[in-house]
């Protein structure tokens, strides 16, 4: 059940804290906990690092690079309080890397995303000034065929009139069902909306106890 809006008042403001920087996957195998997940993923040079550094509040939790596709690893974000991870996978769709390179990155990816029991949702990341990208379709149609949830995302909105952000949520909402939220890490539009997202999709499952009957309670013992 969503929280209400007295309850997101509430809440403290989530901080985000690196757990871990995995490179093989020996090392994604190895790094198991049971806090709930939620991956972020997109195209090389889609502006991963600085929206993670937005929703952060910092300036250099994540390393922003100007060479499109230099992350090379998963890193694991906690999110305090609220106890889940955002999960910061390799770009995608970089053409200039090596075949191999290229090759390894995908072979993460794709474990990550199919053998994690944990994972939530997926935070899809779409730079709003270009036109759809097979890679983005792509990755969205994986997902749908997991029955993983999307967060779609234009990110680098400030680049684009409010035209343009229209009919780029229009097109990808047409596409994959579900209406991006529109960010720019630079002005802050959008990090309070995509917080609320993310925090809800990461709140970990209430297990219900089941109610007492007289069969089952001690007093009912004769």
């Known amino acids: 059940m969503p929280d209400t809006p007295a309850e997101k008042n509430t809440r403290p ?14 090392q994604l ?13 997109g195209r090389s040079n889609v502006g991963k690092s600085s929206l993670i550094n937005a929703l952060a509040r910092r300036k250099k939790l994540a390393k922003v690079s100007s060479e499109p596709g230099k992350t090379r690893s998963v ?24 075949h191999e390179e290229r090759r390894s990155w995908a072979e993460l990816i794709q474990n990550y995303l199919e053998k994690t029991p944990t994972l939530r949702a997926l ?5 709003c000034r270009i ?3 097979e890679s983005d379709r792509v990755m969205a149609d994986f997902a749908k065929s997991r029955g993983l949830p999307i967060i779609a995302v234009l990110t680098k909105a400030d680049k684009c009139t409010l035209k343009e952000r229209a009919a780029q949520q229009k097109a990808w909402q047409k596409m994959i069902g579900v209406k991006p939220i529109t960010v720019s890490s630079v002005t802050k539009m959008g ?12 709140k970990p499952e209430v297990i219900e106890e089941p109610e007492a009957t007289p069969e089952n309670t001690p007093d009912s013992a004769e």
């Open 13 to 26: 403001a989530p901080t985000l804290e690196l757990l871990a920087t995995l490179y093989t996957l020996d």
């Open 29 to 41: 195998k190895n790094a198991v906990h049971d806090m709930p997940q939620i991956a972020l993923a």
């Open 75 to 98: 890193n694991l974000f906690e999110v305090k309080p609220d106890g889940f991870c955002l999960t910061d996978l390799p770009g995608y769709g970089y053409a200039r890397r090596g």
């Open 123 to 127: 935070a899809l990341l779409i730079d």
């Open 131 to 133: 036109p759809t990208q």
């Open 191 to 202: 990090i309070d909306e995509l917080w609320e997202r993310l925090r809800e999709a990461g």
